[in-house]
């Protein structure tokens, strides 16, 4: 019974991160997947692609992930801070000096979503 009650709590908590992410993605402009598409592809990529299987960052595209990561920290702007301040490997902005924090959220957003533009 213990597990059948974790089990679902996991599957409540997993589902309402992946609204909240269709949520934020469907209510942001294009521009802002635009900026966050050139953010990511020039500083990171190297550890978000989904590819890398050498870090535990959250990858692009990986809407579980990146729900269980909101759902855990309650707000878009949390996961943000954590892109400015740095966390755990992570080095401060991504080492993205010159990026403003709404340019991390671009690139968060646009990591979230895990669509590349067609052009």
Known sequence: MKLLTLILMFLIVA??????INHLI???????????EKVYK????ACHAPSNIMVSSPKFGDRK???ERLANNKT???????????KNAMPKKGRCVNCKE????SAVLFMMRGE????
């Not at 878009?76 to 740095?86: F, M, N, P, T, Y």
């Open 76 to 86: 878009l702007e949390v996961l943000v801070k954590s892109a400015v301040r740095g």
């Open 42 to 45: 020039q500083y990171c990529m």
């Open 15 to 20: 589902s309402a991160g992946a609204t909240e």
């Open 65 to 67: 992930d990146w729900g």
């Open 26 to 36: 469907d209510s942001q402009p294009a521009d802002v997947f635009t900026k966050g």
């Open 102 to 105: 709404s340019d991390l959220k």
């Open 116 to 119: 590349v533009a067609t052009n």
